[in-house]
């Protein structure tokens, strides 16, 4: 009986190559999976019919934008889920939706082996295959540029000798991953950290230095979660998407870092995510007004442990179920607005309201009709100050 193997397809040329190298390789039929995720760039429709004239059994294109921005890009947003405080967690949020349809692309047409195109260097592999083995254990994983020393260069070749529909160039310098949540982009020039990106970078944002309007728009949370622009009820992908438009045409969401990958070695990496930028510091701006104290303390450390576990690829990991059961126990009282001006490349927040606010104004004010008994400080102070001063008095008799 011949193998299948279901291809996590992109429509490039690594994993236009693998159709035919797989095939030939182990002798078996390719189904190929493409996954719309908002990332716009070719139709999905041309994407399918490549795979089949690349030599694939089966072409499945899924449209998951929904389902990615309402199941991924919000538990992001309520986790305020940034890796190394600033990375939004662009490609980590999509590997795992990524899986749960190869899985079922596996099921639906009997496939016994899973191949992704990730290279032995990158954290996109753990991700791919950490999720395969939460959720099919029994399927095989087979990842050509990892498992057969599989280079650009060779795949630029093999597509020439096999006639494949597909453009090949030793132009484009750069990697590129993006969806709707937004882009990653490394390699070529970027490789050397001393040099700064150059406008052709990127995408998805324009040059924040080019002056224009600012944009104001008033974000309204229920919960936790985004549900209308200026007053509008939107779906979570519209949000995100619109998010990302107002965001972008402003600059903002630029990032340039250096980042710890899961391999054990630096990267440098450029990011756009206009939209999840902005919607994570209007998220944070409400979380301040609306959550108590010693419990937004202790939920900043959840949610950079629930990012490092989503970057690591522990999307489907029983660590990150238990502290999304704090989040969501955190989100109960995260409703009302946040008014936030985009302009120059920021997001600013400079309004808040909500019907579940902690902020007393009669408890905050310095004017008239202030409540806080200020003569009970005295007190308090000194109580305070007790532990630091009674170590302090030991510290001078050793002195």
């Not at 650009?152 to 709707?180: G, M, V």
Request: overall charge negative; charged content about 25%; aromatic content about 8%.
């Amino acid at each position: 009986m011949t193998e299948r193997v279901v291809l996590a397809y992109s429509g490039g040329l690594d994993t236009s190559v693998a159709i035919p190298y797989l095939a030939e390789k182990m002798n078996a039929e390719v189904i190929a999976v493409a996954v719309d995720l908002g990332q716009g760039g070719e139709d999905m429709d041309v994407i399918q019919k490549r795979a089949l004239d690349c030599g694939a059994a089966e072409s499945v294109v899924v449209d998951a934008k929904e389902e990615f921005a309402a199941d991924f890009c919000l538990p992001a947003l309520r986790a305020n889920a940034l890796y190394m405080d600033r990375y939004p967690l662009v490609s980590a949020l999509s590997r795992p939706l990524i899986v749960k349809h190869l899985v079922s692309a596996a099921q639906r047409f009997n496939g016994t082996i899973v191949s992704h195109g990730c290279t032995g260097k990158g954290n996109d592999q753990v991700r791919f295959e950490a999720g395969l083995a939460a959720l099919a254990p029994g399927l095989r994983v087979v990842a050509p540029a990892r498992d057969f020393a599989w280079t650009r260069d060779k795949a630029i070749e093999y597509a020439a000798s096999k006639n494949l529909p597909i453009e090949t160039s030793k132009k484009n310098p750069f990697s590129i991953d993006q969806n709707l949540w937004g882009r990653a982009v490394e390699t070529g020039f970027l490789e050397d950290i001393w040099n700064g990106p150059t406008q052709d970078v990127y995408s998805y944002t324009a040059d924040p230095a080019q002056p224009r309007a600012a944009d104001e728009v008033v974000i309204t949370f229920e919960a936790g979660v985004p549900v209308k622009l200026d007053g509008r009820a939107l779906t979570p992908y519209q949000i995100v998407a619109e998010m990302n438009a107002r965001a972008g045409a402003q600059g903002v969401g630029r990032i340039d870092m250096v980042e710890d990958r899961l391999v054990g070695i630096k990267s440098r990496e450029v990011y756009e995510a206009p939209g999840a930028v902005a919607l994570i510091a209007a998220h944070m701006e409400l979380e301040n007004v609306t959550v108590e104290r010693d419990l937004a303390r202790f939920k900043r450390g959840v949610d950079q442990r629930w990012s490092e576990l989503v970057y690591d690829g522990l999307w489907f990991s029983p660590l990150k179920d238990a502290l999304e059961s704090l989040i969501d126990d955190a989100q109960k009282y995260v409703t009302g607005d946040i008014r936030m001006t985009l302009h120059a490349g920021k997001a600013v927040v400079t309004g808040r309201r909500s019907e579940e606010s902690l902020y007393d104004f009669s408890l905050a004010t310095y004017d008239t009709g202030d409540t806080f008994d200020q003569s009970l400080a005295k007190g308090f102070v000194q109580l305070f100050s007790l532990p630091a001063k009674i170590a302090a008095a030991r510290d001078a008799k050793r002195a």
